[in-house]
Each structure stands twice: as structure tokens, then as C-alpha cells.
């Protein structure tokens, strides 16, 4: 079947986004999988727990200034660079490794560095493929980072503890250049532009527009899921080896499964988004799933069935996220405003997520306490996704 050219353009700038994103993920997911090796090597839980926290406040903080600006700058310095930056980075750090602030501080600089990629990325999406095919554009390098998991684990699984960083540094420096190239050529061939959208309020205007598309109730929800998708995904090898007393090379190989199950969740969001029709419906249902099944995992102590049920959860808390990436910030395009906001929501997100593994290194909470306070915040999500709206009319029907 011959593609039409919106199509192509879609294919084209989805599977570039996509291949890049993954290079990106697999980078960042090498802490957490060498996490077991690297406790078992003499390496404190505190430095990992400070090391994951300085890289989730950085990797915010670089969300929220590298969104704004690439609002501005083309998308192929943004990304290129980032990704070169980023690999040199991972490079260095092993060398570093005997110095704990020395590696704490180059860990962190990948945070920044790797935060020039997603607010262009999505803006570049949403201003050059036809809104019908962005979800599954964006669902491409969605899975594509998901992906990133189980493929971190497989190489820490096959390569010595620090020589997985320079493998990491290697792919990313290598992405590097072929987005620079690859975008180069999209754009002389006319199928990425820039500039077509731009925010029709200035200053506080900005802001009421944004108002219109709900942008609280979504920050909540990147706050929400941020604490899950990432803190919890970072814990997994250690929760698996601490509170399920899998060995460290079971814990290698359940994280290399488990994160390939978790990098299906973005296909199943749009999947039942295709069929509800309704993204609100779609959060409410998916974060309700996630309530029930993370009360599970609190109840089950059984391993195998406890850490289905944490993969359940995950799934559900992935699945709103994805709802929030591949679809709400999309939206956004006709503001001129899709990387800043989309850049503000992953610093919220990755803020909440370092708070919360710098909650855990300091206070050393218990892992049952730790499932509790996931559970709430699932309840929580359930509360603000409630169809209020919906209900306040009913409520007035009535009384009329």
C-alpha cells in the first residue's frame, strides 16, 4: 500500500525520534541496572540513592531551561548535541568512579545534557506530523524509551560493572551524529520546519490560554506518575533483591524481563484510548487499575505474584503518562508552546522523583511503607481524574 506523504512524514520523523530516544534510555537506565553489581561491590545504597537524586533534580532543572529554549533553536542542535554531550559524559564517569562527588557531579551533568532531547523532540512532532498520527508517533519513541529498560539490564548483565557507562557513552555519542545528519536532510526535503506555531498571548496570557487545557490538572499527574514511573523503575532491582530476596543475578535477569513487560504500557494506553475515545476517561480507568493493583502488592507477599502485581502497577501509572506525553502534550501545539511546557511537566515530574529517592536515602523507608505511600498516591491520581465536570452537571440536572 502506497503511503501518502503525511504519513511519510510521520513515519520518518517518528522513527528518528524513536532510535534516538532509545539510545537515550538505555544510557540512562545503566545506574539501575548495575545497581545490584554495584552493591555487591561494596558500593553504599546511600550513594546510589544520592547519586539517582542529584541526576533526577538536574535532568528537572534542564527539562525546565532547555524546554524553553527549544522553543527557539532548531531541534537538530538540541538534540545532536545533547546526545554527543551526554555520551561524553557517561565516558568519563567510570573514570571517576573512585571520587564520589567527582562521579556524583558528571552523573548529574548527564541529567542536563540528556534534558535538551525531549521538549524539542516533542515539538518537533507535534509542528510537522498530522494531529491524527502524532499519538502513534509519539507512541513510537514512548516505547522506544520504555525499551531502554531491559536493554540497560542486558548489557549490565553481559559487561563488566563500569565498562556498560562507556558502551552507553558509545551509543549516545553515536545517535549524536546521525540526528544532526538525519535532520539535516529532513529539513532540506521540506519534512521538518520550524516556526509555523507561535503563541498568540504574551506573558500572563500565555498562561490563561494554558488554563483552558487544564495544565493543573496535568501537572498533578506528571508530579504523580513521575514518582512512579522512574523512582519506582529505579528501585525494582533493589526492591527485588531486598524485599523479595531474589538473588542479585535473578534481580538482573527479573529487571531485564519485568522492564521489557513495562515497555509495552505506552501500546496498551493508546490501545484503549482508540477504543474509549476519551483521555480522561483513559486516566481514570488506568489509574484506578493501578490502585487496586499496587493494594495488592501490599497484601501478597508471595514473590512471583507480588511482583506481578507491582508490574501491574507500574503498567497503570505508565500507561496515564503516556496519556500525558504521546497525547496531552501534543495538543499543545497550536500555542507555540509544546517543548516549554512540555519541558516545565518532565521537570515537575523528574522533581517529584528525586524528592522521593532523597526521601528514601535520608529516611530509609521501609519497603511495605514505601508500597503504602504508592498506593496513595494512585488514590490520589484516581481523585483528580474523577470526570468533575460531568458530575456538577448531574448535580444541577437534579436539583433543576
Excluded: H
Amino acid at each position: 500500500m502506497k503511503l501518502n506523504s503525511k504519513a511519510k512524514t510521520a513515519i520518518l520523523i517518528g522513527t528518528l525520534c524513536s532510535v534516538s530516544y532509545f539510545a537515550v534510555y538505555i544510557a540512562r537506565n545503566i545506574l539501575s541496572a548495575v545497581s545490584p553489581q554495584m552493591l555487591e561491590a561494596g558500593i553504599s545504597q546511600s550513594y546510589l540513592d544520592t547519586a539517582a537524586s542529584v541526576y533526577f533534580y538536574v535532568y528537572a532543572i534542564g527539562q525546565l531551561i532547555n524546554g524553553f529554549i527549544g522553543d527557539k533553536i532548531k531541534a537538530r542542535y538540541m538534540i545532536s548535541f545533547g546526545l554527543v554531550l551526554a555520551g561524553i559524559c557517561n565516558i568519563i564517569y567510570p573514570s571517576l568512579a573512585k571520587s564520589e562527588v567527582g562521579s556524583i557531579v558528571v552523573y548529574g551533568m548527564v541529567g542536563f545534557f540528556l534534558a535538551m532531547i525531549y521538549g524539542p523532540m516533542t515539538k518537533v512532532v507535534a509542528e510537522n506530523v498530522e494531529p491524527k498520527y502524532v499519538a502513534r508517533c509519539s507512541m513510537g519513541y514512548e516505547f522506544a524509551a520504555l525499551f531502554g529498560s531491559p536493554t540497560a539490564g542486558l548489557l549490565a548483565a553481559l559487561l563488566p560493572m563500569y565498562f556498560v557507562f562507556r558502551v552507553g557513552g558509545g551509543i549516545l555519542l553515536f545517535m549524536g551524529v546521525v540526528a544532526f545528519v538525519c535532520f539535516l536532510v529532513l529539513e532540506r526535503r521540506g519534512f521538518v520546519t520550524y516556526g509555523q506555531y507561535k503563541p498568540q498571548q504574551k506573558g500572563g496570557g500565555k498562561i490563561k490560554v494554558l488554563f483552558k487545557y487544564n495544565i493543573v490538572k496535568f501537572c498533578f499527574i506528571a508530579i504523580i506518575t513521575g514518582i512512579v514511573r522512574t523512582s519506582v523503575v529505579f528501585w525494582l532491582p533493589a526492591y527485588m533483591k531486598d524485599y523479595l530476596e531474589f538473588s542479585e543475578s535473578t534481580s538482573s535477569l527479573l529487571f531485564s524481563v519485568v522492564t521489557l513487560a513495562i515497555s509495552m504500557t505506552t501500546f496498551i494506553a493508546v490501545f484503549v484510548y482508540e477504543r474509549l475515545k476519551s483521555m480522561d476517561k483513559t486516566i481514570l480507568l488506568m489509574f484506578s487499575i493501578a490502585a487496586v493493583a499496587f493494594l495488592a502488592v501490599w497484601l501478597v507477599k508471595q514473590p512471583i505474584v507480588n511482583l506481578i502485581c507491582l508490574v501491574m502497577a507500574i503498567m497503570g501509572s505508565g500507561c496515564v503518562a503516556s496519556m500525558l506525553w504521546c497525547k496531552y502534550c501534543p495538543s499543545l501545539r497550536d500555542t507555540g508552546m509544546v517543548s516549554s511546557v512540555t519541558g516545565f511537566l518532565d521537570f515537575l515530574s523528574y522533581m517529584a522523583a528525586g524528592t522521593a529517592n532523597l526521601v528514601n536515602a535520608v529516611a530509609k523507608i521501609e519497603w511495605s511503607n514505601l508500597i503504602l505511600i504508592w498506593l496513595g498516591l494512585m488514590v490520589f491520581g484516581v481523585i483528580i481524574a474523577l470526570p468533575y465536570d460531568f458530575i456538577i452537571g448531574k448535580i444541577k440536572a437534579k436539583r433543576a
